[in-house]
């Protein structure tokens, strides 16, 4: 079977243990994280959890019944084939040697992300965006040589009908 | 009114119809056990081992359809109700277990017998708390029984630090309790309903297959109702049994690795599968693509995660069983009767052919006792009417084989975890929970020694729970795997030196007898039932005596080793 990624986003409880209840669930059954994300909401003690997770189908219908089955969790609303947002950050620190600055910057440009920090030897630069174009301006920096990166798990918010 | 922490405590527990609990004193817990001395109507039974106290207060939920209580200590207290924990997990038994902690500004700090038991047990209980503050205490209570009892029942354990138990704060009964989330559901989908009557209909090889949340649901009136209905024969699981009449007709025996060869063979070549509350298990299904292959199957289950886990179905429907079969049988009453109740003639007597062909058997000679001649002479002599508790092994599946449930919470027994040393601890609380019922545990000579200590218990607490060891002087099960899948390599699995039975009995207060003439297992049997008091009987039984039949490990369940 094809193994295909989602986006989960899940409200809970904003208690301590929460988000070991779910990584443990996560860990106990071998599904398999490939981003979380966690911050409070306007609610107070409700938090809500992004989450990147790559599956076959079957095992997402039991990821989502197995999150529900947890009492700490609230909602769980599966973004993968919805109309959504998704942002994700990341810092990236990158070789930035004379003769390739200019295209450095010029890549930077195209893609609307800023240099935050500067050296003789290096730019870091911060690009938000959503998965697909972390992805293109990755490629696109490493051949220039990438130092290191820093990126947040990805968020996302259901897009609200227009009318 | 202000009340101390360990007062509030007691009387939410009494709230919630609590009369019995199981437990074990300790620093953590002193306060709690200050104030339990001054409430009569409050029975604590003195286990020798938390782990007893735990698989006690499981058997208790059990055979008396309620919620279990367990009260241990904070740190190694914590830790041993571990397994008795997780047991109860496997089978969905409800149980609340209160575990003392360190003050909570110890918390953290690796103090003397402090664990973070919150932590160990997250996988293994429904939901579980640790109290921080006093004011939250009796909510957390009425939250743990409400979590325990209600839609797929399960072990919930509250962490009671001792500053909170020693706090005086002011008690106010909690009101209503507010779990934003957690709304099991009961009422099926009525759609699906008509679906069920038509694949009923419809079904010309049909057999209804329940399992423990028949039990769980207090359903088994319904399936049997269901079952004569429409003709249709009955296959339960371990932790169904009971909840179809073993001595019925339509009865097929149990399925799965040790399941009668009707049972898997019927599951086999069935047309429709009528699932309510099992979860497919591997030990059930074996082989899950040659599972029930030529069926439709429905499946009736309160915990959504249970459907399409293991086995994808054809018409599931998330609901309680108990009401679901309530709908199920009054849409069937408005049916025709020729519609839904057919002969089945062909589909019975293929049935009946592999019953007769192949049946449960084993030859009883007059030199050595066989195993299942005394689970059948138990049988005989009790008239079936016996709560029954296994330890886990061979001792479990002949227990199972040859003692016929007729009547639910009947047989306890620790089946999806398997934990042996479940057996006497459980008798136990079932005859705390029963007291005028005769209450026995079948046991190995191995599993028996594992809760061994709680005979004291027994004795102490005055009941008389009756002990049958089947003494092969092996580890059997293991023993069995090893002679069938490895040459015979009988690793660690020799127990022949083991305690004298007799003389342990003897030690704890307890009557014993030894058996080892088949001629005279029948009044060994009876003088042993009749004996008031503890009484632990031993049977000296046939050393390599395996359970028949057996579907290898992953194997199709129609593909047994048969005898």
């Known amino acids: 079977m094809s193994i295909n990624t989602y986006l989960l986003s899940i409200l809970v409880d904003d208690e301590p243990g929460v988000l070991s209840r779910i990584a443990g669930l996560f860990s106990g059954r071998g599904f398999n994280i490939e981003s979380l994300s966690v911050a409070n909401t306007t609610e107070p003690d409700v938090s809500r959890i992004t989450m990147v997770t790559r599956c076959e189908p079957d095992i997402i219908e039991q990821i989502k019944k197995q999150l529900h089955k947890l009492i700490n969790v609230i909602t769980v609303n599966d973004l993968t084939d919805k109309r959504y947002i998704q942002r994700q950050l990341s810092l990236i620190k990158v070789h930035a040697h004379p003769d390739k600055r200019a295209e450095i910057l010029r890549i930077v440009d195209i893609f609307r992300s800023k240099v935050v920090d500067v050296g003789p030897a290096h730019f870091t630069i911060e690009l938000s965006g959503d998965m697909e174009k972390h992805e293109a301006f990755i490629s696109l920096l490493k051949p220039m040589g990438i130092i290191e990166i820093a990126s947040t798990g990805a968020i996302a918010l259901a897009r609200e009908n227009k009318h | ?563």
């Open chain 2, 1 to 563: 009114m202000k009340l101390k922490g360990a007062e509030i405590l007691i009387r939410m527990i009494k709230s919630q119809g609590v009369d019995t609990i199981f437990g074990y004193p300790g620093g953590a817990v002193i306060d709690i056990y200050d104030e339990l001395n001054r409430h009569e109507d409050l029975n604590h039974i003195l286990v020798r081992h938390e782990q007893g106290a735990v698989h006690a207060a499981d058997a208790y939920a059990r055979a008396k359809g309620t919620v279990g209580v367990a009260l241990v200590t904070s740190g190694p207290g914590a830790t041993n109700t571990v397994t008795g924990i997780a047991s109860a997990h496997a089978d969905s038994i409800p149980l609340v277990v209160f575990s003392g902690q360190v003050p909570t500004g110890l918390i953290g700090n690796d103090a003397f017998q402090e664990v973070d038991i919150v932590g160990i047990t997250r996988p293994c209980t429904k939901h579980n708390y640790l109290v921080k503050k006093p004011e939250k205490l009796a909510c957390i209570i009425k939250e743990a029984f409400h979590l325990a009892r209600s839609g797929r029942p399960g072990p919930v354990l509250v962490d009671l630090p001792k500053d909170i138990m020693q706090a005086e704060i002011e008690f106010k009964e909690p009101s209503e309790i507010s779990l934003k989330s957690y709304k099991p559901t009961y009422k099926p989908n009525k759609k699906q309903m008509g679906k069920v009557i038509e694949l009923i209909k419809q079904a010309e090889k049909p057999i209804i297959f329940a399992g423990g949340g028949v039990i769980l649901s207090k359903a088994s009136e319904q399936v049997t109702r269901l079952s004569r209905m429409t003709n249709i024969p009955v296959t339960a699981t371990l932790m169904g049994r009971g909840a179809f009449p073993g001595t019925d007709p339509l009865w097929l025996g149990m399925p799965g690795m040790h399941g009668t060869y009707r049972a898997n063979m019927s599951i086999g070549h069935c047309d429709l599968m009528v699932a309510i509350g099992v979860r497919f298990d591997d030990r059930v299904t074996g082989r899950l693509d040659t599972f029930a292959q030529h069926a439709k199957i429905i499946q009736i289950d309160i915990d959504p995660t249970s459907i399409h886990k293991n086995v994808k179905v054809d018409c599931p429907i998330v609901g309680d069983c108990g009401y679901t079969l309530d709908v199920i049988l009054d849409m069937l009453e408005k049916e025709p009767v020729e519609e839904i109740k057919k002969d089945h003639t062909e589909w019975l007597s293929q049935i009946t052919e592999w019953k007769e062909t192949t049946p449960l058997k084993y030859e009883q000679g007059d030199d050595v006792i066989k195993p299942q001649f005394v689970i059948e002479k138990l049988h005989q002599v009790t008239e079936g009417q016996a709560i029954v508790t296994t330890e886990v092994g061979q001792n479990q599946m002949w227990a199972a084989q040859y003692y016929h449930f007729d009547h639910p919470n009947h047989f306890i027994t620790s089946g999806g975890l398997g934990v042996m040393g479940f057996g006497l601890p459980a008798a136990i609380g079932a005859k705390a929970a029963c007291p005028d019922k005769l209450v026995i545990d079948i046991a190995g000579d191995g599993s028996i020694q594992m809760n061994i200590q709680e005979l004291m218990t027994a004795i102490e607490s005055k009941l008389d729970v009756k002990v049958v060891i089947l003494n092969n002087q092996f580890l059997g099960m293991v023993r069995q795997w090893q002679e069938f899948f490895y040459e015979k390599n009988y690793s660690s699995t020799n127990m022949d030196q083991s305690p004298d039975f007799v003389k342990l009995a003897e030690a704890y207060g307890a009557k014993g007898y030894r058996c080892e003439d088949p001629s005279k297992v029948e009044a060994t049997l009876i003088e042993g039932l009749d004996e008031p008091g503890v009484v632990i009987m031993e049977f000296m039984v046939a050393k390599e005596e395996s359970v028949y039949p057996m579907v290898p490990a992953g194997g199709a369940i129609t593909e047994m080793l048969l005898v």
